[in-house]
Structures are given as structure tokens and as C-alpha cells.
């Protein structure tokens, strides 16, 4: 049964994180270091990888219109915005391919409840979003080298407790793209990046488990999908109306909270 709770504790976490500027991966290490989630690591690791897959659906779902659209004018003659778009999407994937190609082995080490790594970058987004929150409003589309851009931030937000939205939207933001295009591209360019992890975990077989609880992953990918498109929904209203620095504060406290709760534990 603990493992159950544990699941939805882990499932909201992970739903809610994923596209608030506040680091998802960051929360589920704090979550799972106060929970004493520390037995078995190639657990802890499917249930990661099966949490971000739920909040993956849940973008699919939200912007199910857009990409209906995008599929559709993609295949179709002649160039086209769409065409374009997802050709925009594939530049801002080199970065974080080449990164987590290249550095996979140091990366997964990172990953180990290394939790003043985590305050220190959730620290670090929150300055982020304050700068960006002070940024003029803008109306610009996405270009070729924003993109790219954009793609290294979402590379060096691998980093756990650096978040993936707060980095790419703000980014997009201090480039001068329009707020909502900004949103939108944030999270659509990360769909096929975890799309293509698990198809990888998958052939390499990282993935198996002899003792994780099915019904706990099961419970964990419910309970992130649905959360997933409560938070997805409501930070395209918040980035729409400039609402960034609250957030920021947000990220400063749980930064300097975790620091405390480490040394006084």
C-alpha cells in the first residue's frame, strides 16, 4: 500500500511539475530523498521514465489540435508554417541528443539524490525567471537559430532542479518570441525527446524490473497524465499573462529550504 501512496505522491509531483517553471526532476529527487525512496535505484529510475511518459500524453492531449494540424499540413505539397515548425523542433533536439548521447553515464550519476546539486539549480531557475519576467513583451515567431537556442537551454536543463519549461520559455522570452508561441514550442519540442528515451531505454533494456509493482506504476502514470493537463492548461495562461515571477519565488524558497533541511539533517 505504501508503495501505492508513494506512486501518487510521485504521479502529482511529476504532473504538476513537468510544466511549471519549477523543475520536475529536481521535485522528484527532493520527493523521493524525503520519502526515503533509496532502495532500489533501477526502480526509482522506471518509475521516473514511466512519469514523464504520463506528462508526455498529457501535452499530446492538450495540444492534440496542433499537432492533428501540424501532421496533416506536414505531408501535404508545397511549404508550408507547419513544415517549417517541425523542422524548427528537430534543430532544438541536436543539443539535447548530443548531450545526453555523449554524457549519458555522468548525467545518470547526477541522479542520485544529489540534493545540493538540486537547490543550487532550482536556485539558478529562479533567477532565471526573475530576468525573464522582467523582459518587454514581444511578438516575434521562432526562428532557425532561436530554436537552436532554445534546444541548448532544454540541454543544460538535463541538469536536475534546473526546470525544462522555465529554461526553454524563458529563453524564448529574453529572444523576443511571442509569449503563447513561446509556450507552445516549449512544450511540443519536448514530446519527441521522450518519446525517442523510452524507445531507447526499451532496446537497451533499461527498463526491466523484476520487483516494481505494476499497479504502482500503473497508479503513478494515472495520476501524472491527469495532473499533467491541469498544469499544462494552466501555465499557458500564466506564461500569457506574465506571470513568471511568481514562480521565481517559489523556486528561491524550496532552494534555500532544501539547503537547511540537508545541513540540519
Same mark, same amino acid.
Given at each position: 500500500?505504501?508503495?501505492?501512496?508513494?506512486?501518487?505522491?510521485?504521479?502529482?509531483?511529476?504532473?504538476?511539475?513537468?510544466?511549471?517553471?519549477?523543475?520536475?526532476?529536481?521535485?522528484?529527487?527532493?520527493?523521493?530523498?524525503?520519502?526515503?525512496?533509496?532502495? +532500489?535505484?533501477?526502480?526509482?529510475?522506471?518509475?521516473?521514465?514511466?512519469?514523464?511518459?504520463?506528462?508526455?500524453?498529457?501535452?499530446?492531449?492538450?495540444? !492534440? =489540435?496542433?499537432? +492533428?494540424?501540424?501532421?496533416?499540413?506536414?505531408?501535404?505539397?508545397?511549404?508550408?508554417?507547419? =513544415?517549417?515548425?517541425?523542422?524548427?523542433?528537430?534543430?532544438?533536439?541536436?543539443?539535447?541528443?548530443?548531450?545526453? +548521447? +555523449?554524457?549519458?553515464?555522468?548525467?545518470?550519476?547526477?541522479?542520485?539524490?544529489?540534493?545540493?546539486?538540486? %537547490?543550487?539549480?532550482?536556485?539558478? *531557475?529562479?533567477?532565471?525567471?526573475?530576468?525573464?519576467?522582467?523582459?518587454?513583451?514581444?511578438?516575434?515567431?521562432?526562428?532557425?537559430?532561436?530554436?537552436?537556442?532554445?534546444?541548448?537551454?532544454?540541454?543544460?536543463?538535463?541538469?536536475?532542479?534546473?526546470? !525544462?519549461?522555465?529554461?526553454?520559455?524563458?529563453?524564448?522570452?529574453?529572444?523576443?518570441?511571442?509569449?503563447?508561441?513561446?509556450? !507552445?514550442?516549449?512544450?511540443?519540442?519536448?514530446?519527441?525527446?521522450?518519446? &525517442?528515451?523510452?524507445?531507447?531505454?526499451?532496446?537497451?533494456?533499461?527498463?526491466?524490473?523484476?520487483?516494481?509493482?505494476?499497479?504502482?506504476?500503473?497508479?503513478?502514470?494515472?495520476?501524472?497524465?491527469? *495532473?499533467?493537463?491541469?498544469?499544462?492548461?494552466?501555465?499557458?495562461?500564466?506564461?500569457?499573462?506574465?506571470?513568471?515571477?511568481?514562480?521565481?519565488?517559489? %523556486?528561491?524558497?524550496? &532552494?534555500?529550504? &532544501?539547503?537547511?533541511?540537508?545541513?540540519?539533517?
Amino acid at each position: 500500500m505504501s508503495d501505492i501512496i508513494n506512486a501518487i505522491i510521485l504521479g502529482m509531483v511529476q504532473g504538476l511539475t513537468e510544466f511549471l517553471p519549477v523543475s520536475s526532476s529536481g521535485h522528484l529527487e527532493l520527493a523521493k530523498y524525503i520519502l526515503g525512496d533509496d532502495a +532500489l535505484p533501477q526502480d526509482s529510475f522506471l518509475m521516473t521514465v514511466v512519469l514523464h511518459f504520463g506528462t508526455a500524453l498529457a501535452t499530446v492531449f492538450v495540444f !492534440r =489540435k496542433d499537432i +492533428l494540424e501540424i501532421i496533416t499540413k506536414f505531408f501535404s505539397k508545397g511549404h508550408n508554417e507547419e =513544415k517549417s515548425f517541425v523542422y524548427k523542433i528537430i534543430f532544438s533536439m541536436i543539443p539535447a541528443v548530443a548531450v545526453g +548521447l +555523449l554524457l549519458e553515464k555522468q548525467l545518470e550519476a547526477l541522479f542520485s539524490q544529489n540534493i545540493l546539486l538540486v %537547490c543550487c539549480m532550482l536556485l539558478l *531557475t529562479a533567477l532565471l525567471l526573475f530576468v525573464a519576467d522582467r523582459a518587454k513583451p514581444s511578438s516575434d515567431d521562432v526562428t532557425y537559430t532561436s530554436a537552436v537556442k532554445v534546444g541548448i537551454a532544454q540541454a543544460i536543463a538535463i541538469l536536475p532542479g534546473i526546470s !525544462r519549461s522555465g529554461a526553454t520559455i524563458a529563453t524564448s522570452v529574453l529572444l523576443g518570441i511571442d509569449r503563447a508561441k513561446a509556450a !507552445r514550442f516549449s512544450f511540443l519540442m519536448v514530446v519527441p525527446l521522450i518519446f &525517442g528515451k523510452m524507445a531507447k531505454d526499451l532496446l537497451d533494456g533499461d527498463l526491466t524490473s523484476d520487483t516494481t509493482s505494476l499497479s504502482a506504476l500503473s497508479v503513478g502514470f494515472i495520476v501524472s497524465l491527469i *495532473t499533467g493537463v491541469f498544469a499544462c492548461k494552466w501555465m499557458i495562461k500564466i506564461v500569457r499573462n506574465s506571470q513568471l515571477k511568481y514562480f521565481a519565488y517559489y %523556486c528561491l524558497i524550496v &532552494g534555500i529550504a &532544501g539547503i537547511a533541511y540537508v545541513y540540519l539533517h
